[in-house]
């Protein structure tokens, strides 16, 4: 996957960190493939129930690399790097929704752009009180894209969120946490910690039922509501047949905590 995305394992929780530091984290397609192959790695791994995402440096990731915009257009080849690099950023940021296990990311700084559609693709954002998040796309003439305007209207609705992509306005980390897009908000050098203990936390729930629920609320906006209850009723049938399920009704008749095997 080379330099730009490092991968690693600690007991049951995998972290993700996207590594181009000096660039604030911009995606190119090295990051991108190299995002995807990591949660691709993480998706394999039984062993892997929770995955902290995270940038190294001063940023969660600035969003698309400008510097290299500005190279391909003096040479006419912006389009055909665009048609290339896309796919490749935008089966990363699905993997993070396919994923049958929690993702969170652990927002170290800003999250700008494509920085900011990755991030609110993850189930969870812990969010250093030093963050923005600010879309980013219109101050530099294009539309959004990395999921950005599927889950933006989603968390804070359809007005705030052409507000904020038409007027580019950065949003404070406890701003971020009033309009529901961050799950907590801590000092910068509590992050990864914060993060690690949600992880924690998580990996010892029912992975395969967190995945099903992941799967659910995917499907939820374009399912009709018969549709939802015909797909509730068949992943809780699945549920009810797992290993998980049969140690947490146990657990709850004998008064116990459940010991979840992730099954």
Not at 89 to 103: D, F, G, M, N, T
Not at 126 to 132: F, G, T
Not at 177 to 196: D, F, H, R, W
């Amino acid at each position: 996957m080379g330099d730009a995305v490092l991968l690693e394992r600690q007991g049951r929780v995998a972290t993700i960190t996207l590594n181009r530091p000096d660039q604030f984290n911009v995606m190119n397609t090295e990051l991108s493939v190299g995002l995807r192959q990591s949660l691709q790695e993480c998706a394999d791994d039984s062993d892997i129930r929770a995955v902290i995402l995270t940038g190294n440096g001063r940023a969660f990731s600035g969003g698309g690399d400008i510097k290299f915009f500005v190279s391909e257009l003096k040479t006419r080849t912006i389009g055909p790097s665009f048609e290339k690099m896309m796919p490749m950023l935008h089966a990363a940021i699905s993997l993070v929704r396919e994923i049958q296990k929690p993702v969170i990311a652990a927002l170290n700084g800003v999250a700008a752009g494509g920085g900011l559609g990755l991030a609110l693709a993850c189930d969870f954002r812990i969010v250093s009180d030093k963050a923005s998040l600010v879309t980013a796309f219109l101050g530099i003439g294009a539309s959004p894209d990395s999921s950005s305007t599927f889950f933006l209207p989603r968390f804070v609705g359809m007005g705030k969120a052409t507000e904020l992509f038409m007027r580019n306005t950065p949003v404070s980390a406890q701003e971020a946490l009033e309009l529901g897009l961050a799950t907590a908000v801590v000092p910068p050098e509590k992050v990864l910690e914060e993060a690690g203990r949600l992880a924690d936390e998580l990996a010892q729930g029912p992975t395969a039922a967190f995945g099903r629920t992941k799967l659910l609320l995917n499907q939820s906006f374009g399912s009709s509501f018969q549709e939802q209850l015909h797909s509730e009723a068949r992943s809780i049938t699945i549920s009810a047949q797992s290993p998980d399920f049969a140690e947490g009704v146990t657990a709850f008749v004998e008064k116990r905590k459940p010991s979840f095997k992730g099954k």
